[in-house]
């Protein structure tokens, strides 16, 4: 046997209730480690090198040799250990080769009714300044979506803003034109819009409700919470208008699970508190939360102890959800089930999301953005609706994210699940959306940890949760 080494960057051990679990870094797998397995990775963790003698000294007596050539096996198969001076994969060796769009975010208009102090949105106007997506535009992107997806049964169109249900002719128009025409191409088209719900009405939810569509509500919280930053253009808090239409559409909607996504900022960080009140109070289905750590205004951003209380506070909810899944239910934190699902699945992600990948977003000029946080900003666009993706130039940024080879996203143990963090928050803090979140990666870190406990508990106490109430998730994509 030659000389061998750990490979530190492949695994991570978690500690829970005693048992030595092994979490599989390059697959996102979870093994629990008998006894053979963890002394002889313990001797890997003590040592920088491990010869054949070294082995003999610290087992003979303890485990039979087919016993230790049979962990030591395995654990060379997972890439947990490795021969000394042997070859390392590159990931900076994958090229992107073809362009799988499936979703296209359209931003119908970047006027808003409402004057939320920490919007992002970088093209945002007020109400009379707004800038509305002309249907031509909408029906080239849906036209380039369908090229794109051409080997896929599904596609995905969103609407976006400022505020969507400002646009609503446009919204109804390229829905019809949608179903149409994926119809026609034997397709079926899933619609979704996220929206801050004052402009609902009875028949907006009627008409939604007969398409489908997949709605998410931005809502803070309680009064006091929601009026902090959610308020209208004259200053007013919006909390009383979005309560009353938000409880309209939840009485009446019938066709998918409603959403809440809540933004999180000072004084906005008692997550338990906003998700009882928004989860069991108001009636969402599901509650995720979204920290703001890299704003254009400082004033808004989380600083360390902030953040720390968030993910105490997303720790105390992930209790919760245990609990409640050892039951069989649900409690709707949508951040803890993202993460169940991502442990589920196995996710292993080379880039952070599907932004330039699975999903482009529209601007009003018909240009082709990351994302729809990126539209209005300096980040030049990655070609047209009528011209069509620039490839190779799209293809150029996805390599460079690709490419981890000095920096420490190579070697982080959560690699595969954050994958490097949010392009636009990178691009908002740091000029540069290839910046790792440096700012809350021992958080993430941490929160994993803790995700890997749940799972584990779950596993052990409910595993059928897992096929109630994933497997349906997973079957909607």
């Not at 949508?334 to 589920?344: A, F, K, P, W, Y």
Request: with cysteine; charged share 25%.
């Amino acid at each position: 046997m030659s000389a061998l080494h750990l490979v530190r960057e492949n695994m991570h051990e978690v500690r829970v209730d005693g048992r030595q679990l092994l979490f599989h870094v390059p697959t996102t797998s979870l093994f629990e480690m008998d006894r053979i397995a963890g002394e002889v990775l313990g001797l890997f963790q003590e040592m920088d090198m491990v010869t054949a003698a070294d082995i003999e000294s610290r087992f003979d007596g303890l485990f039979a040799p087919e016993q230790i050539t049979a962990a030591l096996g395995e654990l060379k198969d997972l890439q947990i250990i490795r021969d000394v001076g042997g070859t390392v994969p590159n990931s900076a060796e994958i090229k992107i080769g073809a362009y799988p769009i499936s979703t296209m975010v359209l931003n119908v208009n970047t006027g808003c009714n409402l004057s939320c102090t920490y919007c992002y949105k970088e093209d945002l106007a007020p109400p009379d300044e707004g800038q509305r997506m002309e249907f031509r535009t909408a029906a080239d992107a849906f036209e380039l979506l369908l090229r794109e997806a051409a080997g896929r049964d599904r596609v995905n169109l969103v609407f976006f803003g400022g505020e969507p249900l400002s646009n609503m002719g446009l919204i109804r128009d390229v829905t019809a034109y949608a179903g149409r025409r994926a119809a026609e191409e034997g397709k079926t088209v899933d619609l979704s819009l996220t929206t801050n719900a004052t402009l609902l009405t009875d028949e907006l939810i009627a008409w939604f409700d007969a398409h489908r569509f997949g709605l998410t509500v931005s809502m803070d919280g309680p009064r006091a919470l929601h009026d902090l930053n959610r308020r209208t253009v004259g200053g007013k808090g919006t909390y009383d208008v979005v309560a009353k239409k938000v409880r309209g559409l939840l009485d009446r909607y019938r066709s998918r699970p409603v959403g809440a996504r809540v933004t999180l900022t000072p004084g906005v960080t008692d997550v338990v508190s906003i998700h009882r009140h928004l989860r069991d109070e108001i009636g969402f289905f599901e509650v995720g939360f979204s920290p703001v750590t890299a704003g254009d205004m400082a004033a808004f951003n989380l600083d360390e102890s902030e953040l720390a209380e968030v993910f105490a506070g997303m720790k105390a909810l992930g209790r919760d959800y245990l609990a409640r899944a050892l039951q069989g239910e649900n409690n709707g934190f949508s951040n803890m089930h993202q993460l169940m699902t991502d442990l589920v699945e196995g996710t292993r992600k080379s880039l952070p999301c599907g932004a330039g990948l699975g999903m482009l977003a529209v601007d009003k000029g018909g240009g082709l953005n990351l994302c729809h946080r990126f539209t209005g900003s300096d980040l030049p666009t990655f070609g047209d609706v009528t011209a069509g993706i620039d490839k190779p130039r799209l293809g150029e940024f996805l390599d460079g994210m690709l490419d981890r080879s000095g920096r420490s996203c190579r070697t982080c143990r959560i690699r595969n699940i954050c994958s490097g963090g949010c392009y636009h928050e990178s691009y908002a803090r740091y000029g540069d959306p290839a910046h790792p979140v440096h700012h809350y990666c021992d958080i993430l870190r941490d929160w994993v940890d803790f995700g890997i406990e749940v799972y584990t508990r779950i596993m052990d106490g409910n595993p059928d949760f897992f096929d109630t109430h994933i497997e349906p998730r997973r079957a909607l994509r």
